[in-house]
Nanobody, 126 residues
Framework: VQLQASGGGLVQAGGSLRLSCAYS????????MGWFRQAPGKEREFVGA????????TYADSTKGRFTISRVNAKNTVYLQMNSLTPEDTAVYYC????????????????????WGQGTQVTVSS
C-alpha cells in the first residue's frame, strides 16, 4: 500500500484548501482512511476519518463543521476539504489507511493505522 498526499500550500486565514490522498495497492474499498496533522513541536493529532464505504465520518472537535472528508472509491482517492482555516491549522497533514473489517468503522488513533503517506504542508497566514 502506498499513499500520496497532495494539495497543501499557503493560504490566508479564512480561506480554503482541498487535500487529496491517492491510494495504490490492494482493494481501496476495504480500507478505512484517516487524516492527521502534526505541527512543529507537537504530537501528531487526529483530524478526521472516513469508513471504507464512505458512509460514515468522524472529526476532531477542532475540525468539526469546518473540514469535510470524502472518498471516491472508483478513483482510489480520499479528500479533505478544509474551510475557514486559521493559523492554528498550520501543520503537515498526513493521510493514513487501515484495512477495516467494520463497514462503518472510523478509527481515531494514530496506532490504529497501518499505512501512512508522506505528508503535505499546510500554512495559514494571519
Amino acid at each position: 500500500v502506498q499513499l500520496q498526499a497532495s494539495g497543501g500550500g499557503l493560504v490566508q486565514a479564512g480561506g480554503s484548501l482541498r487535500l487529496s490522498c491517492a491510494y495504490s495497492g490492494r482493494i481501496f474499498s476495504r480500507y478505512a482512511m484517516g487524516w492527521f496533522r502534526q505541527a512543529p513541536g507537537k504530537e501528531r493529532e487526529f483530524v478526521g476519518a472516513i469508513s471504507r464505504s464512505g458512509s460514515s465520518t468522524t472529526y476532531a472537535d477542532s475540525t468539526k463543521g469546518r473540514f469535510t472528508i470524502s472518498r471516491v472509491n472508483a478513483k482510489n482517492t480520499v479528500y479533505l476539504q478544509m474551510n475557514s482555516l486559521t493559523p492554528e491549522d498550520t501543520a503537515v497533514y498526513y493521510c493514513a489507511a487501515v484495512p477495516s473489517v467494520e463497514y462503518y468503522g472510523t478509527p481515531r488513533e494514530v496506532n490504529e493505522y497501518d499505512y501512512w503517506g508522506q505528508g503535505t504542508q499546510v500554512t495559514v497566514s494571519s
